[in-house]
Nanobody, 126 residues
Framework: QVHLVESGGGLVHPGGSLRLSCAFS????????IGWFRQAPGKEREMVSC????????YYADSVKGRFTIAKDNAQNTMSLQMTNLNPEDTAVYYC???????????????????WGQGTQVTVSS
């Protein structure tokens, strides 16, 4: 059984940085893709970044490329998302998710993930 718990959200000024963490269990690197999604008010949940199963390759949405960095520590069963140069458009609830997916994780939509954390709020505001 997969279990995911996010932490690290908060309020940050535009241009600032924030680091999210996801503690997971029941995830097998060979079979499970794991990643970060976000959902802003009135918008659909969207992929931010993910790490594919087996290959361990990272994928980033165009909106966060060059600003966000995903990392996974299999020994500690944790995943992080380092976010820099944040702007108000990054304001959302951020979710950690995992699923048994065989193709590159960037090909999958939110509805194809069955295992989710409770989410953590990130607010970028002056």
């Amino acid at each position: 059984q997969v279990h995911l718990v996010e932490s690290g959200g908060g309020l940050v000024h535009p241009g600032g940085s924030l680091r999210l963490s996801c503690a997971f269990s029941g995830v097998t690197s060979y079979y499970h893709a794991i990643g970060w999604f976000r959902q802003a008010p009135g918008k659909e949940r969207e992929m931010v970044s993910c790490i594919s199963a087996s290959s361990g390759n990272a994928y980033y949405a165009d909106s966060v490329k060059g600003r966000f960095t995903i990392a996974k520590d299999n020994a500690q069963n944790t995943m992080s998302l380092q976010m820099t140069n944040l702007n108000p458009e990054d304001t959302a609830v951020y979710y950690c998710a995992a699923e048994r997916l065989s193709l590159t994780c960037g090909l999958y939509q939110a509805h194809e993930y069955r295992n989710w954390g409770q989410g953590t709020q990130v607010t970028v505001s002056s």
